[in-house]
Structures are given as structure tokens and as C-alpha cells.
Nanobody
Framework: QVQLVESGGGLVQAGGSLRLSCAPTRSIASINVMGWYRQAPGKQRELVARITSGGTTNYADSVKGRFTISRDNTKNTVYLQMNSLKPEDTAVYYC?????????WGQGTQITVSS
């Protein structure tokens, strides 16, 4: 069974940067959209950013200009570069891959931004 492995989470001070990576344990065929979601305590999971197979990106308004999503199609890997982090970015971040026949989720990685 394919699993998504996330890395790059941790604790950072406000204004700092982190880079998340997500890759599957086995190659996934026909990937369409790759993205990142986050869930803060007491809140619903929300879309942070996503990128299509053609390179079209979408961002939550709260992260526009600070976060950048990218993907390496040869490695089925998606990245999230996070700059100018704020305490309100604190959450568990989940990787998401939508392929032709199914959807995959990572186990989540904690991002904590201290003020």
C-alpha cells in the first residue's frame, strides 16, 4: 500500500522559514493534483496550496506571497517552501496527492511558529 512520507516540519521562530517535502513510498501513476493542507487545534482542515500536473497553483489567501508550492514529477514529490512564518501558521500540515483512481494523504507533520 502506498504511503506518503512528509518531512521538514518542526519549530521555528516567527519570520523564519521551513521547507516541507512529501514523497510516496512507491511510484503513483496518473497524478493530477498535489497539495498541502493544514489543521490547527479546534479548526477544520484547510487547503494551503496545491499544484496541478500542468503547473497551475492555488494558494490560500493567508499564505499568498509567503509560501511557494512546487513539484518534481520525476520523483512524485511535492514541496512547500514557507517563508515569513507567523504564529497563526502553527498547525499540522498534511500532504495530499490526487491521482486518476484514488486520493492519498500523508500522516501529517507539525509546524509550530513561536512569537
Amino acid at each position: 500500500q502506498v504511503q506518503l512520507v512528509e518531512s521538514g516540519g518542526g519549530l521555528v521562530q516567527a519570520g523564519g522559514s521551513l521547507r516541507l517535502s512529501c514523497a510516496p513510498t512507491r511510484s503513483i501513476a496518473s497524478i493530477n493534483v498535489m497539495g498541502w493542507y493544514r489543521q490547527a487545534p479546534g479548526k477544520q482542515r484547510e487547503l494551503v496550496a496545491r499544484i496541478t500536473s500542468g503547473g497551475t497553483t492555488n494558494y490560500a489567501d493567508s499564505v499568498k506571497g509567503r509560501f511557494t508550492i512546487s513539484r518534481d514529477n520525476t520523483k512524485n514529490t511535492v514541496y512547500l517552501q514557507m517563508n515569513s512564518l507567523k504564529p497563526e501558521d502553527t498547525a499540522v500540515y498534511y500532504c495530499n496527492i490526487v491521482a486518476f483512481i484514488r486520493e492519498y494523504w500523508g500522516q501529517g507533520t507539525q509546524i509550530t511558529v513561536s512569537s
